[in-house]
């Protein structure tokens, strides 16, 4: 193998690192994810509290019950676009690895490198599915709020 100059060094180190604006942009996605996810634990734990302190009416323990149904729900959806937002991020690193290497080494990677590509991608389209869920089931347990404000009159 025969070296290479600086050169010819930085357009291979130019290429490689291109794939770094993808990381960047889910990053922000994990932290927006995490953020609801650690969000939706406190309230959950909030409304199991309110629900063990007993005085309740009967209506609104059935309220709370129903909220903690859909707090579960939501964070089973939301691990699991907090996982593939995680697989997009690896994949990418993956990704701009490969691409150095081949490029370095002049190796012919195509094939896998789109794979790769294509399961960093396939990883960033499920994880904004299950986002778009998790707002639909977030709405949802408003709505149970205000059915309940709208049954029990003005206080």
Same mark, same amino acid.
């Given at each position: 193998?025969?070296?290479?100059?600086?050169?010819?060094?930085?357009?291979?180190?130019?290429?490689? %690192?291109?794939? %770094?604006?993808?990381?960047?942009?889910?990053?922000?996605?994990?932290?927006?994810?995490?953020?609801?996810?650690?969000?939706?634990?406190?309230?959950?734990?909030?409304?199991?509290?309110?629900?063990?302190?007993?005085?309740?009416?009967?209506?609104?323990?059935?309220?709370?019950?129903?909220?903690?149904?859909?707090? #579960?729900?939501?964070?089973?959806?939301?691990?699991?676009?907090?996982?593939?937002?995680?697989?997009?991020?690896?994949?990418?690193?993956?990704?701009?690895?490969?691409?150095?290497?081949?490029?370095?080494? #002049?190796?012919?990677? %195509?094939?896998?490198?789109?794979?790769?590509?294509?399961?960093?991608?396939?990883?960033?389209?499920?994880?904004?599915?299950?986002?778009?869920?998790?707002?639909?089931?977030?709405?949802?347990?408003?709505?149970?709020?205000?059915?309940?404000?709208?049954?029990?009159?003005?206080?």
């Amino acid at each position: 193998m025969k070296e290479l100059s600086l050169t010819q060094l930085v357009p291979i180190l130019q290429l490689a %690192v291109g794939p %770094v604006i993808l990381i960047s942009g889910v990053g922000l996605l994990l932290l927006t994810l995490t953020n609801r996810f650690g969000r939706m634990i406190d309230r959950s734990r909030a409304i199991i509290r309110e629900i063990s302190e007993g005085n309740q009416a009967p209506v609104v323990v059935a309220n709370l019950n129903d909220q903690v149904q859909i707090l #579960h729900r939501r964070a089973g959806i939301l691990r699991l676009s907090i996982t593939l937002a995680a697989v997009t991020v690896l994949s990418v690193g993956v990704l701009i690895l490969g691409l150095f290497v081949a490029a370095f080494w #002049h190796v012919e990677l %195509v094939g896998v490198l789109v794979a790769i590509f294509c399961v960093a991608i396939l990883g960033l389209i499920g994880s904004m599915i299950a986002f778009i869920a998790d707002m639909n089931l977030s709405l949802r347990a408003a709505q149970l709020d205000w059915k309940l404000i709208e049954k029990s009159g003005p206080q």
